[in-house]
């Protein structure tokens, strides 16, 4: 690791591992941090966003390929965060787009691109993140012979299958580059790939084997040298994201990642509320992620990128997903600069549905989702639903009774909002596509019910015949008489 003293030109680029939530991304994250922290997790399913420091001597020592290929890096390592399966957490935000440098999505490889799949897929697209995919669990394809203990490399293992078995293969990649292809992207395996900004690295893998993890992080660490040099170059004034607070015996800390500069355990902070007005406050305990580790080592300062966790001197209101940048007395241009970040963040619609989560990085992927799904949105906050987003709801019996509907993620009803919600609907849950797919569906049924009503309102129609034998008078008035054929 870099003493104290020293400082990288070039910063460690921060990797999302993300995916479905079962395709195993927290089994492929662990075969690159050699760990077990998935069998200690509930349901084997992530529950909270962590983030693992990764020096260049470790992955050096995981993927002896980077010596024999003669790969020369620059990189210090990576900041790896895993992320819960839904798409709301791969939209880890920062001002003009993605905190993300590069993504890994994991796709089972004989699941293919699932509903939470395609939502990744999309943040990914929206926030212009480069990624690669690893196609896990070749394992699974039956006959497959893993070339581990021969020390096989990838290709030559992939190309010695038996011919049935390198059949259901090409078939399963295939279809799925068949599928990003609808997303607009261009896809092979990375073996036969030679210009990566033109197409999407597919590598093969098992979590369960090991198989293919070398190529992945080789893979890795050749596209970050290669393509994000530049975007690597170390700012000098530290700016992070809160991820989320946590609270221990010791007090509360905000776990964070700092993207950019230097932070100083002596600096002044200036974190942003929903509103985008900077709180100020100085730092009491900051204590960085050990590498390799969930455990965290006190420090007097930390260079990008980095996971950390500080506890404030100042009782401020934190949200998940909020900015903080270095306060040099210059508040009015961070209030600006917070608020040009919020707005961009949180585009809403003239008129609309109510929209709720639980931090900033779900919610405007959410409002992304929803927009997607043809969905308008009048306001959108971060919280629980409250009194107020009901009454705001309910102004729009006024205007739109297809908008009187509210929609949570990660977020429940206040005591208050219940007792007053009346018939205005509340969709919420903690996968974003079944929130999505939900509020479509009512969507659909409220427009039939509202087409219905309007229908039924209207005078009834009835169709008449004239009795040309009993016309009485022709003008002024026609008098005759009719037979009611329908209505």
Known sequence: MTPPHQTHNIRQPIVTICGHVDHGKTSILDCLRDSSIQEGEAGAITQKISFTSY???QLKKACPLIEKRGLKLDIPGFLLIDTPGHAAFTNLRKRGGSLADLAVLVIDVNEGIKPQTSEVIQILKHNKTPFMIALNKIDNISGWRSGVKEQMELQRSIETQPARVK???????????????????DADLYYNITDFTQKIALIPCSAKTKEG???????????SQRYLS???KLGKEAKGVILEIKKEKAGSYAESILYDGVLSKTDEIAVANIEGKPSITRIRVLEEIEPLSDKFKPKEKIQAASGFRMQLTEKIDILPGMPFTLYKGNKEAIEKEFKKELTEALKTDKQGIIVKADSLGSLEALLTLLKQANIPILKAGIGNINKTD???AKANLEINELDTMIVGFNSTLDEEADKIKGNIKIITDKVVYKLIENSVKYRDE????LEKNRLMGLSTICKLKILHQYVFRNTKPAIFGVKIEGG
């Open 167 to 185: 059949q259901i293969f090409d078939e399963r990649y295939l279809t799925i580059i068949g599928a990003l292809n609808s997303y607009g992207f």
């Open 213 to 223: 993890i070398q190529e992945l992080i080789m893979m890795l660490c050749g596209l």
């Open 230 to 232: 530049e975007k690597l």
């Open 446 to 449: 409220k427009r039939r019910e």
């Open 55 to 57: 020096p260049i001597s």
């Open 390 to 392: 009901i009454i705001n």
